[in-house]
C-alpha cells in the first residue's frame, strides 16, 4: 500500500512539472506576429499593438500569458469573448512571445488593380484582400465582422484613401510605408467588383451606409445593418432624436461617448434620420 501510495505521489509530482514545462513552453514571436497582422485585435489596439483610443497597448504587457488568456476567454466589457475554437491556447502563446519581443511584421505585397471589365472574384485581387489587415475586422469577403461591411462601398477612392491613410474610431491608420496606393487602389477595385457582381440595383444589395456611421465604427457593436451584434439592435426602435443625441454625446454602459470633434452636430442628425428610415 506504501509503495501504491508513493507511486501516485510521483507520478501526481511528475504531471505537475510537465504541466508547468508546458505553460511556460516559449512562443513563437515570429507566428505571433503574423497572426496580429491577420486578427481583428488591430482594429482597436492598433497595427503594431501599441493601442488608440479603442484598446490598450499590449506591446510589452505587463500580462503573463495565463493572464491574457483568461482576458481573452472570458472578455471585458469592451472586448468579445474569444474561445479556443477561435484564437488557440498555442495562438495566445506566439501572440504573447510577439507582445514581449515584437519582430517586424509581414509587409504585404502590392498588385496591379484591375483596368477595366468584370475581373474574376477568385483572382489574385481576392487574394489580396483575404490577407490583408482589413480583413480581419472587415470580414474575408468584405461582409463585414468586427468592422462595418465594405463590399460596394460607394465612397470615392480619394475618400476611402483618406480613411486609410488617417484611420478612424477603433481604426488605426495605415501610412504608405504599410500600404502602398497602389495596394489600397487593388483593395478599392475589389471592393467595387463585389457592387458591380450584384448588380447596380437588385434584390439583396444593401443601401449605402452614412459616412458617419462607417468612419465611428458602429457597425462593429450594432452590427452593419444596426440589427444588433455586441451591441443592442437599433434598426425599428423608437426613440426621440433628443434622446439618441445624449447617448452619442454621453455615452452609455459599454458604449464610449462621442464628442463634436468625432461626430458633429450634423452627422448625429445624418444617423439618426437613416436608423428611423431603415425597414
Do not use: K
Not at 15 to 35: F, K, V
Not at 224 to 243: C, H, K, N
Amino acid at each position: 500500500m506504501r509503495r501504491l501510495i508513493g507511486l501516485g505521489l510521483a507520478l501526481l509530482l511528475l504531471g505537475a512539472c510537465g504541466a508547468s514545462a508546458s505553460e511556460q513552453a516559449p512562443g513563437d514571436a515570429a507566428r505571433g506576429a503574423s497572426l496580429w497582422a491577420n486578427s481583428a485585435c488591430v482594429g482597436c489596439h492598433g497595427l503594431d499593438a501599441e493601442g488608440s483610443t479603442a484598446g490598450p497597448a499590449l506591446i510589452d504587457t505587463p500580462l503573463t500569458v495565463h493572464d491574457m488568456t483568461d482576458i481573452m476567454r472570458r472578455g471585458t466589457p469592451g472586448m468579445p469573448q474569444y474561445p479556443a475554437s477561435q484564437i488557440s491556447d498555442d495562438d495566445l502563446r506566439d501572440l504573447h512571445a510577439w507582445f514581449l519581443n515584437p519582430v517586424p511584421l509581414p509587409t504585404p505585397t502590392a498588385v496591379p488593380s484591375p483596368t477595366s471589365g468584370l475581373r474574376p472574384t477568385s483572382g489574385p485581387v481576392e487574394v489580396t484582400w483575404a490577407q490583408s489587415a482589413c480583413a480581419a475586422c472587415h470580414g474575408a469577403s468584405a461582409q463585414g465582422g468586427a468592422g462595418p461591411s465594405l463590399a460596394g462601398t460607394t465612397r470615392p477612392f480619394a475618400d476611402f484613401l483618406a480613411v486609410v491613410r488617417r484611420g478612424a474610431m477603433g481604426m488605426p491608420a495605415f501610412p504608405e510605408t504599410q500600404m502602398s496606393d497602389l495596394y489600397v487602389q487593388a483593395l478599392y477595385d475589389w471592393l467595387q467588383l463585389q457592387r458591380l457582381g450584384q448588380g447596380e440595383v437588385g434584390a439583396g444589395f444593401a443601401p449605402a451606409l452614412p459616412a458617419a456611421w462607417v468612419d465611428a465604427l458602429c457597425g462593429a457593436c450594432h452590427g452593419t445593418y444596426a440589427e444588433g451584434a455586441s451591441g443592442p439592435a437599433l434598426i425599428g426602435e423608437d426613440f426621440s432624436f433628443d434622446e439618441f443625441q445624449r447617448v452619442v454625446r454621453e455615452g452609455e454602459e459599454g458604449m464610449p461617448s462621442y464628442d463634436a470633434s468625432r461626430v458633429s452636430d450634423a452627422d448625429i442628425q445624418q444617423l439618426y434620420d437613416w436608423l428611423m428610415a431603415l425597414p
